[in-house]
């Protein structure tokens, strides 16, 4: 059975930091990861997804230069660095998580290229 548990959410004043963490369970490696969220109203997006060899990332350009994805493959773990924190990033944030055939580059950015995902972790910025 695969469970994604995500942990770190909360509340922070913008300017803030916080660290968003995912582990995978009931999944074998290599697998692709991804962080998405989705604001009250809003259709969910993508925030930063890694390759199933850890070595390719991508973010959209609303956290670039702010966030960071980063991974331990052995472990299936996710995390999320987010620096600069601004009040719209305010959202439910969701680890997604996919079998791959091989350690490759790809970094899957589409919401629909994950079959997996968990049940999120609010962030809250205030200004």
């Known amino acids: 059975q695969v469970q994604m548990v995500e942990s770190g959410g909360g509340w922070v004043q913008a300017g803030g930091s916080l660290r968003l963490s995912c582990t995978a369970s009931g999944l074998r490696t290599p697998i692709y990861m991804g962080w998405f969220r989705q604001a009250p109203g809003k259709e969910r997006e993508v925030v930063s997804c890694?390759?199933?060899?850890?070595?390719?990332?991508a973010a959209s350009e609303s956290v670039k230069g702010r966030f960071s994805i980063s991974r331990e493959k052995s472990k299936n773990t996710l995390y999320l660095q987010m620096n600069s924190l601004k009040p719209e990033d305010t959202a439910m944030y969701y680890c997604?998580?996919?079998?791959?055939?091989?350690?490759?580059?790809?970094?899957?950015?589409?919401?629909?290229?994950?079959?997996?995902w968990g049940q999120g972790t609010q962030v809250t910025v205030s200004s």
């Open positions: 890694i390759s199933s060899s850890g070595t390719t990332t």
């Open positions: 997604a998580a996919n079998p791959a055939s091989a350690y490759d580059g790809l970094c899957l950015l589409q919401p629909t290229a994950y079959n997996y």
